[in-house]
């Protein structure tokens, strides 16, 4: 095992943890309701925070695939490198994230006539694959969301040493982790032809 690199309980620690989370939960939810788009800020497609999304997302998928077989195969300075970087990369896919709705707004699942609201006609080329879309982002939208202070916990344990609370909380914490990487790769494929 590693040696701890944090302390123990310490309540500064916890506090950051709650203050971060509450700090990006709001951040998204309210910069959601800001739009910019057509504006031309941007001397680029804002489509493009989209497409970094996914592949920030596969990418953290790959990592998350990878640190369960390092633990796995006890290569333990291995795991924590790959999943400082799950981490690091799923906090620049925030920024990216926040960066597309900001700037590009808001995207339906179906729409292709420009006009806000899908018709009868939309609805009905869509189909179930709407459906299915719309399942795939209800229950990722509020697991990324509730996933984060745990995921730092978790990290946290592991770095204070702390592997037996780090092992119980990553039982439930990675599956979540990992499910709202894939969701995100194909909540993108699903949308991509939309996007303006």
């Not at 509450?22 to 800001?34: E, H, P, R, W």
């Not at 695939?65 to 633990?71: F, R, Y």
């Not at 202070?149 to 599956?175: C, N, Q, S």
Request: aromatic share 14%; no cysteine.
């Amino acid at each position: 095992m590693l040696q701890p690199v944090l302390q123990r309980n310490d309540k500064k620690a916890k506090t950051l943890i709650y203050t971060v989370s509450i700090i990006v939960f709001a951040a998204v939810t309210i910069l959601g309701k800001y739009n910019l788009a057509g504006k031309d800020i941007l001397p680029f497609n804002p489509s493009v925070f989209a497409t970094a999304n996914a592949w920030i997302n596969a990418t953290v998928t790959l990592l998350l695939i990878a640190g369960l077989l390092t633990i796995k195969n006890q290569q333990y300075v291995l795991h924590k490198n790959i999943m400082l970087a799950a981490m690091f990369l799923s906090m620049l896919f925030l920024v990216s994230y926040i960066g597309h709705h900001l700037f590009a707004g808001e995207t339906a699942y179906g729409e292709t006539d420009g006009i806000k609201g899908l018709s009868d006609a939309e609805l009905a080329a869509a189909g179930s694959t709407r459906t299915f879309y719309l399942a795939l982002l209800i229950t990722h939208i509020p697991l990324a969301g509730l996933a984060m202070p745990f995921i730092l916990f978790a990290a946290y344990r592991a770095l204070t040493g702390d592997y037996e609370k780090h092992k119980k909380m990553v039982r439930y914490v990675w599956p979540v982790w990992l499910y709202v990487a894939i969701t995100g790769v194909a909540i993108y494929w699903m949308i991509e032809p939309y996007y303006k």
